[in-house]
């Protein structure tokens, strides 16, 4: 299959129990033909994006494309406290082949909502942020006949709001969703967290305000403002059917993640991402998740690695 690589169990290591006390004991690794004739009722399956080719035409530092692996790895040793009757699944990777991220991007949206079509929850692992419009593509065309509205939190430094006059990058996804909007006249709901004055242009500001993107800075996205940053996600929320979460790695601090492409001193911290991702999940409104950025070529004693992890092992147990 074009684009698509079926799931490798060696991946899946750590101490064994032989009671599934551990992700690697409860993973099962299943190519994305298989998962529809698997029969479950709760399930969830991390799919890898293993592009960085967004990131090179964004002029970032490139290794996202391993991005997929260092998580899955970090994962793999962390408990289970999943019920028997969740399914847990890896079924693979979309892969960029000569550099044709837009093919990529084409294949990670049909996959997703093959995925969301067997009531299986996505994890994507990237992998670059331009996986953001082919994951939003995919939830589209999964609800388009439901006619339900979907908006997007992210939590990013940056709003990747860039134009695409001069070709699509990992800079430029949440622009053509608001493109693709408007030729359907479908209202663009997208909230982020975290933007910082030093990460985005003036230009950048101005795009934003004139799509009515709503945003937090990062002076206001910490711990001591929770009560006030809650209530903005809820309001946002409120206006929406279902909730797409995209967290990008190089949002946090470099303290916590400096293994991405684009790193900063100056980002937010863990704690307020896990308060507001509670919010998010309580809501009920959550439809699919991805990480993007990770870049494991500079991830110091893999710590941007188990952060992601331990951020998708707090959603998965938290979610079922």
């Not at 064994?16 to 992700?23: C, F, G, M």
């Not at 704690?271 to 990770?294: P, W």
Request: proline share 3%; aromatic share 10%; net charge negative.
């Amino acid at each position: 299959m074009a684009n698509y690589q079926a799931p490798s169990s060696k991946l899946w290591t750590g101490r064994t129990s032989d009671e599934q006390l551990y992700l690697h004991e409860k993973i099962r690794c299943l190519a994305i033909d298989e998962l529809a004739d698997t029969q479950t009722n709760k399930a969830v399956a991390l799919l890898g994006y293993c592009c960085h080719e967004g990131v090179r035409r964004n002029q970032g530092r490139i290794g996202a494309k391993d991005g997929p692996m260092a998580i899955r790895k970090a994962l793999s040793k962390l408990p289970n406290h999943l019920p028997e009757s969740v399914s847990f699944f890896d079924v693979g990777d979309v892969v960029c082949v000569h550099g044709d991220m837009e093919a990529a991007q084409n294949k990670l949206a049909e996959l997703i909502s093959e995925l969301l079509g067997t009531n299986t929850f996505p994890i994507v692992l990237g992998g670059g942020h331009d996986l953001a419009y082919g994951h939003y593509q995919g939830i589209q065309k999964f609800l388009n006949a439901a006619k339900k509205s979907v908006g997007i939190i992210n939590f990013d430094a940056h709003f990747d709001l860039r134009d695409n006059v001069n070709g699509n990058n990992s800079g430029t996804p949440f622009f053509q969703i608001a493109r693709d909007c408007e030729a359907l006249s479908n209202e663009f709901k997208y909230l982020c967290l975290g933007i910082r004055d030093d990460a985005n242009n003036k230009r950048l500001f101005e795009t934003a305000q004139a799509l009515n993107v709503k945003h937090l800075s990062r002076d206001t996205f910490r711990m001591q403002f929770v009560d006030e940053i809650n209530k903005w996600i809820t309001a946002f929320m409120n206006g929406v059917d279902h909730v797409y979460v995209t967290i990008d790695l190089d949002g946090f601090s470099s303290a916590f993640a400096p293994g991405v492409s684009a790193p900063s001193p100056m980002g937010f911290s863990p704690d307020i991402v896990i308060e507001s991702l509670k919010t998010i999940l309580n809501s009920g409104k959550l439809i699919s998740v991805d990480f993007a950025e990770m870049n494991p070529k500079y991830d110091s004693d893999g710590q941007t690695a188990k952060l992601a992890a331990s951020l998708a092992h707090y959603m998965i147990h938290k979610l079922f």
